[in-house]
């Protein structure tokens, strides 16, 4: 079944106490917004989360999308559901005061989006390309454009898509072929084909404003070439209301293993209307805008699965009785002991747990760095906090995505045979979950963005965002006491991680294929570091409330317990990354093509 | 030589006068009389010129007094005092020929006279003159500026004295620093010769080809081993008006079939830019300009349409053509076809001189290497691309092979035979590359032997005599741990099996301290212990060195800086090139010496006889010189601030460092005891508090950043000793320690962080 009740006490923990020392600034660069304020907001947020979007979950994926005459239907109960959504205001959280947005930060956003993908990740994308879409027009299109679109998608009455991906070019983005040709009065005629669009036709909004890249007649080969345009399903009419259709249709969506509910449309330009968004040729700029932050937003998918996965798998694990404890019977009244006894159940559950409160705390860390890179006063906490979050964003992306499918799948072995079946619920967890590894960037990809460009940029300048914080928390809490054990455990990781970034900086600039065959053990051991740094502050932190006094005792002795299994239980896997990144390029590479 | 004459206060004529005044030499400079109440003003104000030159002309104050201004009419009869008269007049006959009957009249037969001519034949300049005069009489071609260009073309007639020649020559070489090339008395000697043929090629071949100025460059500087200005921007460089000069010169004394002449042709676009003032880097600009009406933007002119656009990007080189010829001359399109339309006709120009101009492969590749500042010999270049493969694409093109070349046969000019470097002799035969007596090359040895002991960046020759020279072999010979490591090594087996060391390399430059990319990137992952160990380790092995039982000699080179400062500190004496410039930088970076460099610049200080008594003033000179990241710009100027001791040995030209530091390092053997270690009596806070005093001034007058007092007053608690007080004595090792933890504080400064990384990313330092 799946079971979710937002995990409101955490999120807490980690927006108002965990952080509070990493130079960032408090939400104090938001003023207005006080702790009891955002206390409401993600209590207001869970309700809806809880009661409106989990409910349509499963039968959403049941249903799925369906496809007819270039018209897309979302499943029973989304129209309503986004209606409601817009209503309560939830798309313009984050979004610029200035258009109409509400101007939340991003710290308190981030947990927002955890909880609206943990009950709906097929749902979160409809508000989530949007926002996305916001974003890249805010920072690049021109001001007669961002008056005539922002406002009613910061609203939520009109969408936004990103259409990238055509039929031969994924990745390789320099294949491209999408035409955009001068009509002469300052708008274009686009014309091509674009594949995997999310939302790029539905039926929520009364318009949708897709981006599009594509080349200009006298655009360069490759990347630099590429120009993004603004492409409105239907054009806005003297008033600014959806006027004449535009030439822009989806002509089929996809069949997919997961996130059903979802329009992934096949999408066909034919002389289709659109405006320069930026300067010509420099299109994948400010794609890259929005894919950066995307990027942020599909990790946080991944920890919202995780989170729903863990609770219905402990739901399940003290509802299904089967078997006794292997130190006896816990409940002799009963016919059998409820799974939850079981030392491997449990290390399912505590793994599931520890990555989502591991992931929970680095990702607040790096929300709380996507504010402080905007608005902190102070030019050298600006710089640190965009240092940091380029650093972050592939291990967020990556990181998170890995172990929100570990955890789906996790939740399934949980479930037994029953969590094979559809009715179970969390078959989808594992099916939805799989494509955040992929898209945006697959995690391949992102852990060679990490080692190939954040790595080395600024001679390394952008690590330094994420070991010294890390370094000074060792140096300060050595020596004997409670920590002890704990800080060693995160020195020693730490010194792999030192090691191993000092290893691939020196072989990757002789041979990138060394640095390659790095990447993603390398980004596994970054993470696994950061979730140990937040999970040692923790233990701080609820060691000094726990030494004074407080009225939180539960949550703070069980979240010492979390850190302390995630220490004894998860953190070993640092080893057997850095003895696999030691190990170099040469078994990948020892192999001739025709031994695969 | 005890005193020269130098006729002619020009450019060329002071900037030599200049260059003997370095080498120690009193120089009358003479010129005319233009202003009868103030006679020498005109050599007077060359002079003064000379002082403020940039780059200096002069490498100390010493050497500025040693010129003495006069002129013609009234002090000729001076040049009786003078060994050699050097004349640098106008490029016009008659005036030389009226200032040789003159000089006939007046000097000491036997006293050298020689033009620094660059276009007139010996034979003519000598018409007229007696047998004596013609005797002692010579060509010596100096390149601009004369301090810095290594090159000296000299040109011995039929009756020129050989003794004279060899005199001259070896004053040339060994007190002013230059190599001598002999030249034939030809028109253009060699490298001009070869030079002017090259330029005017890589031009025609721009127009011709229709590659754009920016291109041209790409493909025909970097690739080509030829500064990166290329052919345009080096035109540019030395004035667009030189060239129709140098061409009328040439063409009016080249016989008419010289390839020269087939392709001498004006480009109307050239005459019209030189007609508009146009006339490079000195003029409103050349074939690039800063415009800096569109905001300091860099701009080419269009070879087409004579108008100027903002600098183009230029065509990509392929990476393989980026080192190698071969792959540069065949790359598809533009980059291929350009650099074989200047190579192609150059180097088989250069190979044609054999005979005529020069008997020696030799000569025609030192005098582009010294003369022009190209990376490689024209010979050197055809080795590179592959005799047999040049000459087919010669014949190809339906060239004329050069004789050289078909006596060649496919075989190379320069090989390694039996660790000997030889040379193919205008004969056909492979000959031994023969060092002057005093000459000892590392590059030789090096074709010659294995290292004794190597690392990854730093290596160990047995440079013969008992005496291992230790060689820097990372990039930019920038210092790491593993130039320790190999320090370390050495130590031992020097002390077993030789008598002595010295600290030498061929590199560009000696070196620029240590690998600040890697400890920018250790500081980066808070690897502290790992930058701990970096300086720990450093400041071992230098006093290791110092303290070694065999005399170490440290010969420093072009930049020694920061670290390579410091291993020259740390060495029983220097001999150092004089074109050496060495300092401790580190507070450039938000750093102080980390090596020990901050103990021996005390020592040095206090052992200065001009030292006031105390313990205050060598602190407070230490302080001055390392907190402005003072540079010396020569080593007799290194002197001047204290880098370098007043025994320290200085050597004019930088093939006789080798040899020089060797000598002097076998000189110290017999009976060597190492350095007692010098034990400090410092000032402590107070004399801590009077040099944050003058800090504080400094940021007053807004010398100095904010960060640059926190980086001063770490400078101040090591070179006070810290808590020390005056009656305390601090030891060499307390010193050390203080530097170490001091630096160590420094190093977790994110402003310091920021100042080496924009050091790294920019070359310049930031002022936060």
Same mark, same amino acid.
Request: hydrophobic share 45%; with cysteine.
């Given at each position: ?164 991906? +055509? &039929? $031969?070019? =994924? ?8 035409? #955009? @040709?001068? %009509? *002469?009065? !300052? ?91 930026? +300067? &010509? $040729?420099? =299109? ?8 950066? #932050? @995307?990027? %942020? *937003?599909? !990790? ?297 | ?768």
């Amino acid at each position: 079944m799946q079971v979710y009740t937002a995990p409101l006490r955490d999120m807490r923990f980690v927006l108002n106490e965990l952080h509070q020392d990493d130079g960032f600034g408090g939400l104090s660069v938001h003023e207005e917004f006080t702790q009891d304020l955002t206390d409401a907001v993600l209590e207001e947020a869970a309700k809806i989360c809880q009661d409106v979007l989990l409910p349509i979950n499963l039968s959403g994926d049941s249903e799925g999308c369906q496809y007819e005459n270039g018209v897309v239907r979302t499943p029973k109960g989304f129209k309503e559901a986004y209606d409601q959504f817009v209503q309560g205001g939830w798309g313009g959280l984050v979004m610029p005061v200035e258009y109409g947005g509400q101007g939340l930060p991003e710290a308190v956003g981030k947990l927002v989006e955890e909880m609206i993908c943990a009950t709906n990740v097929s749902f979160s994308l409809y508000p989530g390309l949007t926002a996305g879409a916001v974003t890249a027009l805010n920072a690049y299109a021109s001001e007669e454009l961002k008056a005539a679109y922002l406002p009613k998608m910061i609203s939520g009455e009109w969408s936004g898509t990103m259409n990238l991906t +055509e &039929p $031969h070019c =994924g990745t390789d983005l320099g294949l491209l072929r999408t035409k #955009a @040709e001068p %009509v *002469g009065d !300052g708008s274009y005629k686009l014309t091509g084909s674009k594949i995997f669009i999310s939302a790029g036709e539905q039926d929520l909004t009364s318009n949708i404003i897709h981006l599009v890249l594509a080349r200009l007649p006298d655009a360069p080969k490759g990347v630099k070439g590429i120009s993004l345009f603004l492409v409105p399903k239907f054009l806005p009419d003297a008033d600014g209301n959806p006027g004449a259709r535009n030439g822009v249709r989806a002509s089929g969506i996809e069949h997919k293993m997961g996130i059903k509910a979802s329009a992934t449309c096949q999408m066909q330009f034919d002389d289709a209307i659109g405006w320069l968004v930026g +300067e &010509p $040729h420099r =299109g994948l700029e400010a794609m890259f805008t929005m894919m950066n #932050a @995307e990027r %942020v *937003g599909v !990790g946080i998918q991944g920890l919202g699965i995780g989170e729903a996965a863990y609770q219905s798998a402990v739901w399940y694990a003290k509802d299904r009785l089967q078997g006794r404890s292997l130190s006896g019977a816990k409940y002799p009244d009963k016919a059998a002991d409820p799974i939850i006894v079981h030392p491997d159940v449990r290390k399912n559950l505590l793994t599931m747990r520890a990555y989502n409160e591991g992931c929970r705390a680095l990702g607040a860390w790096v929300a709380r760095g996507l504010d402080a890179e905007r608005h902190a006063a102070d030019p050298e906490v600006r710089q640190r906090a965009e240092d940091f979050v380029a650093l972050m964003t592939p291990v967020v992306k990556a990181l998170f995505t890995d172990l929100g499918h570990d955890s789906a799948s996790l939740a399934v072995q949980v479930y037994g045979g029953h969590g094979y079946i559809h009715e179970s619920g969390v078959e989808q967890y594992q099916r939805d979950a799989r494509i955040a590894m992929i898209y945006e960037g697959t995690n391949g990809i992102q852990a060679l963005d990490l080692v190939g460009r954040k790595m080395g940029a600024h001679m390394g300048r952008l690590l330094r965002s994420f070991f010294h914080p890390v370094s000074a928390f060792i140096e300060e809490n050595k020596g004997e006491g409670p920590m002890q054990k704990m800080i060693e455990g995160l020195e020693k990781a730490f010194g792999a991680l030192q090691l191993s970034t000092a290893t691939i900086a020196e072989k990757g600039l002789k041979d990138p294929e060394e640095a390659g065959a790095a990447a993603s053990d390398y980004l596994r051991l970054l993470g696994l570091v950061g979730m140990a740094y937040c999970f040692a502050k923790a233990t701080k932190i609820a060691g000094l409330q726990l030494f004074f006094g407080t009225e939180d005792k539960a949550f703070y002795e069980t979240k010492i317990k979390t850190a302390t299994f995630f220490f004894e239980k998860i953190l070993p896997q640092a080893t057997t990354h850095f003895l696999a990144i030691k190990a170099g390029k040469g078994a990948l590479m020892a192999f001739a093509e025709d031994e695969f | 030589m005890k005193k020269l004459c130098v006729i002619g206060a020009g450019t060329m004529g002071a900037g030599i006068a200049a260059q003997a005044a370095n080498a120690g030499v009193p120089v009358l400079l003479l010129d005319i009389v233009r202003d009868a109440a103030d006679r020498n003003s005109v050599a007077a104000g060359a002079i003064e010129r000379l002082k403020k030159a940039e780059p200096a002309a002069f490498m100390s104050k010493a050497a500025a007094k040693l010129v003495e201004a006069g002129n013609i009419d009234d002090d000729l009869g001076r040049v009786a005092e003078c060994d050699w008269v050097i004349e640098a007049i106008v490029e016009k006959i008659e005036l030389k020929h009226a200032l040789y009957e003159k000089l006939e009249s007046v000097r000491r037969p036997g006293t050298a006279v020689s033009s620094n001519t660059s276009t007139i034949p010996l034979e003519r300049l000598i018409e007229g003159r007696s047998e004596a005069f013609a005797r002692d009489f010579l060509i010596t071609h100096f390149f601009n500026p004369p301090r810095y260009m290594r090159l000296l073309e000299v040109v011995a007639g039929p009756k020129s004295d050989p003794e004279l020649v060899a005199r001259v020559s070896d004053f040339a070489d060994r007190a002013m620093g230059k190599s001598v090339v002999r030249a034939k008395d030809t028109p253009g000697f060699l490298a001009n010769r070869v030079g002017t043929y090259w330029l005017q090629a890589a031009i025609n071949a721009a127009f011709e080809l229709g590659v754009s100025v920016e291109d041209a460059d790409a493909i025909g500087g970097k690739p080509m081993g030829v500064p990166k200005t290329g052919i345009f921007g080096l035109v540019d460089l030395v004035g667009i008006d030189l060239m129709p000069y140098l061409k009328a010169s040439l063409t009016s004394t080249l016989p008419a079939n010289d390839p020269y002449q087939a392709i001498a042709h004006d480009h109307p676009l050239i005459l019209k830019m030189i007609a508009d003032g146009y006339t490079g880097r000195k003029g409103k600009g050349g074939f690039y300009r800063i415009n800096k009406e569109a905001g300091k933007v860099k701009e080419a002119i269009n070879l087409n349409t004579g108008e100027y656009t903002k600098a183009a990007k230029p065509v990509s080189i392929p990476s393989a053509a980026q080192k190698d010829l071969r792959a540069l001359i065949s790359a598809p399109g533009v980059v291929g076809a350009y650099a074989w339309a200047v190579l192609g006709p150059t180097l088989a120009y250069a190979a044609g001189l054999i005979g005529e101009a020069s008997d020696d492969i030799l000569a025609i590749d030192t005098a582009m290497k010294l003369g022009y500042n190209w990376k490689y010999g024209p010979f050197e270049l055809i080795d590179r691309i592959g005799g047999a493969d040049f000459v087919a694409r010669l014949q190809a093109g339906g060239r004329e092979v050069p004789a050289i070349l078909t006596l060649a046969d496919g075989r190379p000019f320069y090989r390694v035979e039996e660790g000997q470097r030889q040379y193919l002799g205008a004969d056909g035969a492979y000959h031994a590359i023969a060092r002057p007596e005093g000459v000892l090359l590392l590059e030789d040895i090096k074709a010659a032997s294995k290292p004794l002991l190597k690392t990854a960046s730093a290596a160990l020759w047995d440079i013969g005599d008992g005496v291992v020279a230790l060689e820097f072999t990372g990039k930019m010979n920038a210092l790491d741990g593993e130039v320790m490591k190999l320090i370390e090594r050495a130590i031992p087996l020097v002390t077993e099996q030789y008598k002595a060391l010295v600290v030498y390399n061929e590199g560009s430059n000696f070196s620029a301290g240590a690998n600040l990319g890697l400890a920018i990137f250790a500081i980066n992952i808070a690897a502290w212990g790992e930058v701990e160990k970096l300086v720990a380790g450093g400041q071992k092995a230098y006093k290791a060195l110092k303290y070694a039982p065999f005399p170490v000699v440290s010969a420093p080179f072009g930049m020694a800086l920061g670290g390579g400062c410091e291993i020259c500190l740390n060495a029983d004496a220097v001999q150092a090139h004089a074109e050496t410039y060495i300092g401790l930088v580190e507070c450039g970076v938000g750093l102080i010496p980390g090596w020990g460099g901050c103990g021996e610049l005390m020592v040095r200080a206090a052992e200065s006889p001009k030292a006031p008594k105390g313990p205050m003033p060598p602190v407070a000179k230490a302080f001055e010189t390392i907190s402005t990241a003072t540079v010396a710009k020569s080593a007799a100027n290194a002197k001047e601030i204290g880098y370098l001791r007043p025994g320290d040995g200085i050597t004019m030209n930088r093939d006789r460092l080798l040899a020089d530091a060797k000598a002097r390092a076998l000189s110290m053997v017999e009976g060597y005891t190492p350095p007692t270690p010098p034990v400090f009596r410092l000032p402590g806070a107070s004399g801590k508090t009077a040099l944050e005093l003058a800090v504080k001034g400094f940021r007053a007058r807004g010398l100095a950043t904010p960060y640059d007092e926190v980086v001063a007053d770490k400078l101040a608690t090591v070179l006070t000793g810290g808590d020390a007080d005056v009656v305390d004595t601090v030891t060499e090792e307390q010193l050390l320690a203080l530097e170490l933890r001091e630096f160590m504080t420094l190093v977790r400064d994110s402003r310091t962080q920021a100042r080496v990384e924009h050091m790294l990313t920019t070359g310049k330092p930031l002022r936060n």
